[in-house]
């Protein structure tokens, strides 16, 4: 069949196959190895046909041709947000341009690969490889940036450089002293491990197990854009923001990643209860934060969670008994030392503790990062 | 196959329910349910509704009739199987779908010499 005269049906098929599949691949938010298999490595060369420069990832598109079949794929990136850190931009790459992916493809066999690496076929020049560095320490560390009053600043002082805290230097959560190795997306490398990562009731411990040989492809973050609630807001590459109203006694926690959401610690000496006149038993994503400072320490107490959200990146099973105790402290300009003690009696059988840092990225505002769900 | 006008209305409902299931990560038992209790003389749904308070199921089943409180509930994780006990019934289910949140519970149930099969699907 010709249509106009100028498409066959088999470039008419490819045309729309490759439009539906170029739809299908930019909605998709996900955990890497939910889609793609590490098992399955491929180098692909061939010519980029459009580039999507957007969230919740960026896409190359190529034809990659073999023997008289020329194929489209899809090549899925990092997002936007990552992909600058690493210094590539929405025009690194041209339509026309030669292009070798290395990379894994997707395990339901379709033509995507997560790009691992690109090299430019014109010059062998590597133009993409993400690194997501950190910024460098100073070698001397910077005085913990204080108010007028002298009491420590979590975030920006008034008439200070703009900056947000990112780079943590754990994303799993799992008890001190466990040191269980993950991969990228919190998966353990080895699941026989499951039991070490935290004190779980037998029933938690198997969801987790289940969740994790899922390859955490039903993380409700991604599948429904749901909030980053509990210690996993302060795992995530897109940092999050501390913004202190002293005035009316508050803290402003900016999330980088989700919707841009955000959570309220009051300091001003409330209880939980009557927090939200009316709705008390109404659980939240960031339940009900109530703050106070020790020393230069600020000290969170949190409860009153609801049950619609992963906690944390690997997957870990919490209940609206949940209660955490978040101790933050910032020693010097560029550290936040953050500490969070899980106390969920639904979960596990004892409460728990783990700790990690975050870096001050100075002289920036956050990222915009907006999810987009699967489930459309 | 004809099925009565009554038991396709139950999992209509049901079915239609289920699109737009609560999201639900904690304990899996946790929530409402709803669905078929085949060979009840009182009809051939079932509600049931359960919580979790850290160490015990508890919560109540209705066949139709009345609120049963649950009185005896085993869930074991490593099949996800589940044993619950309400009025005179006995009840053995297998959690299905378990990571959605329109999970179900399939299994049997009994009452004394009567009985029969049960597919309850999470609200």
């Known amino acids: 069949m010709k249509i106009a005269g100028c498409f066959s049906s088999s470039r008419l098929a490819l045309g729309i196959g490759a439009l539906l599949f170029g739809i299908s691949a930019a909605q998709a938010h996900h955990p890497i190895q939910a889609k793609f298999d590490p098992a399955k490595k491929q180098t692909l060369t061939g010519i980029v046909t459009e580039v999507d420069w957007r969230n919740p990832h960026a896409h190359v598109f190529m034809n990659v041709t073999n023997g008289s079949t020329t194929l489209n794929w899809a090549v899925e990136l990092e997002s936007p947000v990552i992909l600058k850190n690493s210094g590539w931009s929405g025009t690194t790459l041209q339509p026309g341009d030669t292009i070798q992916v290395s990379g894994i493809t997707a395990r339901d066999g379709s033509r995507q690969i997560w790009g691992e690496n690109v090299v430019s076929s014109a010059n062998n020049r590597q133009v993409y490889n993400v690194t997501n560095a950190a910024p460098t320490h100073p070698l001397a560390p910077r005085p913990t940036p204080r108010w007028p009053d002298g009491h420590v600043a979590l975030g ?121 006149s009316g709705d008390d038993d109404n659980p939240l994503y960031y339940g009900r934060a109530l703050g106070r400072w020790e020393g230069d320490t600020l000290v969170v107490t949190t409860s009153g969670f609801n049950e619609d959200f ?58 915009p990062y907006f999810c987009q769900s699967n489930r459309q | 196959m004809r099925l009565p ?79 619950l006990k309400a ?4 009840i053995d289910g297998k959690f299905a779908r378990l990571e959605l949140p329109n999970r179900s519970i399939v299994g049997t149930w009994k009452k004394g010499s009567a009985g029969g099969d049960f597919e309850v699907v999470r609200q």
Not at chain 1, 169 to 179: H, R
Not at chain 2, 21 to 50: D, T
């Open chain 1, 156 to 276: 920006t002082t008034t008439g200070g450089t703009d900056g947000f805290w990112a780079f943590p230097s754990a994303k799993v959560l799992q008890e001190d002293g466990a040191n269980l190795k993950f991969d990228s997306d919190a998966k353990l490398l080895n699941i026989n491990d499951a039991n070490k990562v935290a004190p779980m009731q037998p029933w938690a411990l198997a969801l987790y197990k289940h969740r994790q040989e899922r390859n955490l492809q039903d993380d409700p973050m991604y599948l429904n854009c749901k909030p980053p609630g509990g210690p996993r807001q302060y795992q995530s590459d897109l940092g999050l923001q501390l913004l202190e109203d002293r005035e009316n006694g508050r803290i402003f926690v900016l999330m980088g990643s989700g919707n841009r959401n955000y959570r309220i610690i009051y300091l001003d000496g409330r209880t939980t209860t009557g927090l939200v």
């Open chain 1, 310 to 367: 992963w906690f944390s990146n690997g997957g870990l099973p919490h209940t609206d008994l949940l209660t955490m105790e978040e101790r933050f402290t910032r020693p010097d300009a560029d550290t936040l030392q953050y500490k969070v003690t899980i106390n969920d009696p639904g979960a596990y059988t004892k409460p728990w503790s783990a700790s990690w840092t975050m870096q001050w990225v100075g002289g920036e505002d956050l990222p």
């Open chain 2, 5 to 83: 006008i009554r038991g396709m209305l139950a999992l209509g409902l049901a079915a239609g329910l289920a699109t737009f299931a609560s999201a639900q990560e904690g304990h899996p038992a946790k929530g409402s349910w709803i669905g078929e209790w085949k060979g009840n003389s009182a009809g051939e749904s079932v509600l049931m509704v359960m919580s979790w308070d850290g160490k015990s199921i508890t919560g109540i089943v209705n066949p139709g009739t009345d609120n049963l409180k649950i009185t005896d509930a085993e869930l074991n994780p490593t099949d996800w199987s589940i044993h």
């Open chain 2, 87 to 90: 009025g005179d019934y006995l």
